[in-house]
Every structure is written in structure tokens, then in C-alpha cells.
């Protein structure tokens, strides 16, 4: 069965810092793969999503960036953090299109709680 | 524009009663629809979905969603709520002019009384 992993849990760091929050999947291979952030609690923003290694689509403008160095690895990062870069982030997978698992449907992974201070 | 709009920010319910959280969606062509929950400071999990076929679906932890073409609505409901279903809730739904992309609605927060 597929798995994700996303770590870390929680982090605290100092604006101006930088970030790396990393997510894996097991047992499935070339997934499409999402980060997302939440906000208050609410609601989900898009931020990047990849359908191959090294191709990074990026949904809005803003202080981060995206890797996929490998084909089940998803990584969110910042050279200098704002605070506004604090919230719940999570990374997702998906099946891609024609895939028996196929039709969209997202797996989430545990989030990382982000406080920027 | 595609769209996803969860009208009600907080349903209260009583356990043991029916619960519904509504979900209307505008897209065009034909709609993947999907619901998740989300537990505090946990990931989204998958509840169901539709695609196709019967306008009922039968999903996780005893939830079930109905399908509804001419309301475009996607409803999720359960007969008898538990206290441990208190979550917030998430509708989607496919975004058809990405191969890849999901519109979720701002999210519904279920509250159930003992």
C-alpha cells in the first residue's frame, strides 16, 4: 500500500532563516505531488505541484520553492523565512491520470506545523 | 469560474443524530467530487468520492454523499453522528482545466454534543 511521509512535525524558526520540509511516498511510482498550506486552520492554497522530477509547477508568487530530486521525494524550501510563512503545511500525492488509482484523488500527509518568530 | 463553495462555516449537532454538510459545486463538464476530513493538526484524510455512476456514495467511517446534477450539490451525510466525527470537512472538486488540480471549499467544522 502507499504511504506518505512528512516531516518535520512542528518547527520554530527565526525570520530570515532558511527551511527545507521534506515529504516522501512509498509504494507507488511517478506520482503527482503537491504542497499545500493552511492557514488558520482553514482553508488550502495551492502552492506547488510536480508531475516529474526536476518539473515544478509553482501556483503563486512567493517566498518559496519547490524540488523533486527524486522521483517519490517532494521538497519545500525558503533561503530567508517571513513571517508570513507561518501555517500548516502538507504535501499530497496522487496517481497520475490513466492510472488505476487514478481520478484525481489526493493522499495527504501528516502536515508540518511552521512558526516563524 | 470553477468553484467549490461550502455554505456553513460550523454545523452543531447532537450525537446520535443525522448529520449533513453541504457542499455546491460550479464546473464545467462532467465533475469529480470528493470529500476529506481533517482532525486538529493532522493531514487530510479521504472520505469518498464520485466520478460516476450510482448518485450515492458510500465512503469511510460510515459517510455517505449524494450526488445531485441538477442542484449541482455533493452533500455529506451520516445517520447517527458520533462525537469523534467533530473534524473539520472538505469538499472538492476535480478542476477540469487541470489534468492535476483539485478546488477545495473553504471547509465546514462539525461539532457533535454529546
Known amino acids: 500500500s502507499q504511504t506518505i511521509h512528512q516531516w518535520p512535525a512542528t518547527l520554530v524558526q527565526p525570520v530570515g532563516s532558511p527551511l527545507s520540509l521534506e515529504c516522501t511516498v512509498e509504494g507507488t511510482s511517478n506520482p503527482n505531488l503537491y504542497w499545500y498550506r493552511q492557514a488558520a486552520g482553514r482553508g488550502l492554497q495551492l502552492l506547488f505541484y510536480s508531475v516529474g522530477i526536476g518539473q515544478i509547477s509553482s501556483e503563486v508568487p512567493q517566498n518559496l520553492s519547490a524540488s523533486r530530486p527524486q522521483d517519490r521525494q517532494f521538497i519545500l524550501s525558503s533561503k530567508k523565512l517571513l513571517l508570513s510563512d507561518s501555517g500548516f503545511y502538507l504535501c499530497?500525492?496522487?496517481?497520475?491520470?490513466?492510472?488505476?488509482?487514478?481520478?484525481?484523488?489526493?493522499?495527504f500527509g501528516a502536515g508540518t506545523r511552521l512558526s516563524v518568530l | 469560474a470553477q468553484s467549490v463553495a461550502q455554505p456553513e462555516d460550523q454545523v452543531n449537532v447532537a450525537e446520535g443524530n443525522p448529520l449533513t454538510v453541504k457542499c455546491t459545486y460550479s464546473?464545467?463538464?462532467?465533475?469529480?467530487l470528493f470529500w476529506y476530513v481533517q482532525y486538529p493538526n493532522r493531514g487530510l484524510q479521504f472520505l469518498l468520492k464520485y466520478i460516476t455512476g450510482d448518485n450515492l456514495v458510500k465512503g469511510s467511517y460510515g459517510f455517505e454523499a449524494e450526488f445531485n446534477k441538477s442542484q449541482t450539490s455533493f452533500h455529506l451525510k451520516k445517520p447517527s453522528a458520533l462525537v469523534s466525527d467533530s473534524a473539520l470537512y472538505f469538499c472538492?472538486?476535480?478542476?477540469?482545466?487541470?489534468?492535476?488540480?483539485?478546488?477545495f471549499g473553504s471547509g465546514t467544522r462539525l461539532l457533535v454534543r454529546p
Open positions: 464546473v464545467s463538464g462532467n465533475p469529480y
Open positions: 472538492a472538486v476535480r478542476d477540469p482545466d487541470s489534468s492535476y488540480k483539485l478546488i
Open positions: 499530497a500525492w496522487s496517481a497520475i491520470p490513466g492510472h488505476r488509482e487514478g481520478k484525481r484523488t489526493q493522499y
